[in-house]
C-alpha cells in the first residue's frame, strides 16, 4: 500500500500566488523528500528534510514535518509558469531490511498565467 | 551532474514479445531502481539492486526480472509482455555510504513509455 498520500490531487492558481501541497504518510520515517515531474519526463529532487527537522528552506520552496501527526508540506511563493508540473512526497523507510523510498500519488500543480 | 539515461522514450510491442528496458548511469552508483507509474496509483517499485549481480524484488515484480551484470547497467525485462504492462517505466538510481544513506536520493532518467499492443 502506498505510504504517502498527497492532498490535493489536483491544485491550479495564478501566477504570483503560493502553492500549498500536503502528504500524509503512515510510518516511521528516516527522512521525507520531495521531488517534481515535468510532463513525460523523469522526477527531480527538491528538498529533503530529517525526521528531526521540523522546517527547511530551499529558494522558492519551504517544506515542513510534523512527525506527531506523519505529515509534511511543500509551500511554493510566488509560483511562476515553470512551476507547472506534478509534485510528490517520498518517504525513506526500511521494509524488511531494505532500504526503499515509497512515493506518494502526486498532486498536479497548474499554474495559469 | 548525475545522468540516468534510459534507451527508449517510447516502445510500442505486441502482447507475448519478449521486451528489454535498458537504464545506464554514469555517477558509479551502487544502488539502482525500476518503477513503473501509472495514473491514480503513483510510482510502485518493481525491482532494485545494491551491487552487481544483486536484486531485490519490490511492490510488483510479477511479470519482471532484471539483470545487472555491470555496475552502470540495470536492465528490466518483461519476458512475455501484456497489456496490462502498458506504462510509463522510470529507472533510477543513488549513491551508498554512510553519508549518502543518510539521505537516499535518487537520481531519475527521463522515463520510457511503453504501450503494449
Known amino acids: 500500500s502506498q505510504q504517502g498520500e498527497e492532498d490535493p490531487q489536483a491544485l491550479s492558481i495564478q501566477e504570483g500566488e503560493n502553492a500549498t501541497m500536503n502528504c500524509s504518510y503512515k510510518?516511521?520515517?528516516?527522512?521525507l523528500q520531495w521531488y517534481r515531474q515535468n510532463s513525460g519526463r523523469g522526477l527531480v529532487h527538491l528538498i529533503l528534510i530529517r525526521s528531526n527537522e521540523r522546517e527547511k528552506h530551499s529558494g522558492r520552496l519551504r517544506v515542513t514535518l510534523d512527525t506527531s501527526k506523519k505529515s509534511s508540506s511543500l509551500l511554493i511563493t510566488a509560483s511562476r509558469a515553470a512551476d507547472t508540473a506534478s509534485y510528490f512526497c517520498a518517504t525513506d523507510v526500511v521494509i524488511q531490511g531494505a532500504q526503499k523510498l515509497v512515493f506518494g500519488q502526486g498532486t498536479r500543480l497548474t499554474i495559469n498565467p | 551532474d548525475v545522468k540516468v539515461t534510459q534507451s527508449s522514450r517510447y516502445l510500442v510491442k505486441r502482447t507475448g514479445e519478449k521486451v528489454f528496458l535498458e537504464c545506464v548511469q554514469d555517477?558509479?552508483?551502487?544502488?539502482m531502481f525500476w518503477y513503473r507509474q501509472d495514473p491514480g496509483l503513483g510510482l510502485r517499485l518493481i525491482y532494485f539492486s545494491y551491487d552487481v549481480k544483486m536484486k531485490e524484488k519490490g511492490d510488483i515484480p510479477e511479470g519482471y526480472s532484471v539483470s545487472r551484470e555491470k555496475k552502470e547497467r540495470f536492465s528490466l525485462i518483461l519476458e512475455s509482455a501484456s497489456t496490462n504492462q502498458t506504462s510509463m517505466y522510470l529507472c533510477a538510481s543513488s549513491p551508498t555510504g554512510w553519508e549518502f544513506l543518510a539521505k537516499n536520493i535518487q537520481y531519475f532518467g527521463a522515463g520510457t513509455r511503453l504501450s503494449v499492443l
Open positions: 510510518t516511521s520515517i528516516n527522512n
Open positions: 555517477m558509479d552508483h551502487e544502488n
